[in-house]
């Protein structure tokens, strides 16, 4: 008999964690989790990218070192944050992650800008490859980021509807921090339109282009 009242107990409890939405909420958490692993996937894939791309920069453009450098500080920052799951819960890590790889961002479009001033780089069928590799990795690392924004939006309208945000209350779901505009404040200004007649502008154009080193021995 205690058996049986055990057991029509346990289906009770059952039935109303799942009307009230805890089920909803473990499955969505889950679907975070994986999303959050394709990102970190691709952001490591592209930080592997980077050692053969600043080498194959350095073979013909010496000179840049403080692009070089900065890109390689940047990665050493970038992967240097854990990214463990436990990151979700923690939105000053989260916010630190997202930074990281913001600056890095940065420090690669700097370094692409570079493969400008230099023709036979920009000729080099092994950094072509590596642009395109990055390239890719960079569409990789929209589509992810987009499938996690979408996971947290749904996560976090549960936890904040109701029944279910007393389910969420109860076990202990919050919030989880969601990917935002890095450079928020500069893209709120408005933006300059520069037809080329700024002083600024000029000085550029009469600066001396930097001299392209030679090719590498091959």
Known sequence: MARWLA????????????GCG???LQSQDEQIKAAWS????????????IPNLVNTVKGYAQQEKDVLIGVT???AKATSIQTSPDILTDPQKFQQFQQAQGQLTGALSRLLVVAEAYPQLKSDQ??????????????RITVARNRYIKAV??????????????????FGHKEKPQFTVENEKEIARPPTVDFGTS????????????????APAK
């Not at 057991?7 to 799942?18: D, E, R, T």
């Open 7 to 18: 057991s029509v107990m346990l289906c009770i409890v059952a039935l109303g964690l799942s």
């Open 22 to 24: 805890y089920n909803t």
């Open 38 to 49: 394709e990102v970190v996937n691709q952001y490591q894939r592209r930080a592997d990218l």
């Open 73 to 75: 500080e940047a990665r």
């Open 126 to 139: 092994n950094f072509r490859d590596l642009q395109a590799q990055l390239e890719g990795t960079e569409n």
């Open 153 to 170: 939006q749904e996560y976090n309208v549960t936890v904040r509807s109701f029944p279910t945000n007393l389910t969420a209350m109860m």
């Open 199 to 214: 002083q600024p502008s000029r000085d550029r154009a009469q600066s001396p282009r930097p001299e392209p080193a030679p």
